[in-house]
């Protein structure tokens, strides 16, 4: 009985470690985040914030809610990374 509650427990810590992320450059928004977002030439991203809130509240915008809704969790810390 002790080996079957080790490999019922090995799997399940296995799923608690973080999984690596392949990190993405973005040098425009897409024509449909352009209102939320803008990146300048050295990198740096402009973020409209009233922008942002207005669609996740009006919910307007099908499109763009689900990244004005990702922003503002991020922004808040209310996010948590998907396992």
Do not use: F, H, N
Request: positive net charge; without cysteine; glycine residues 4%.
């Amino acid at each position: 009985m002790g080996i079957l509650i080790a490999a019922l427990t090995a799997p399940a810590l296995a799923q608690d470690q973080p999984k690596s992320l392949k990190t993405t450059r973005i040098r425009e928004p897409s024509p449909a985040m352009a209102t939320l977002y803008a990146i300048e030439e050295d990198g740096t991203v402009r973020i409209d914030w009233s922008a942002v809130e207005t669609l996740a509240a009006t919910k307007a915008d099908r499109t763009a809610l689900p990244i004005a809704q990702l922003m503002l969790a991020i922004r808040d810390g209310t996010w948590k990374p998907a396992r």
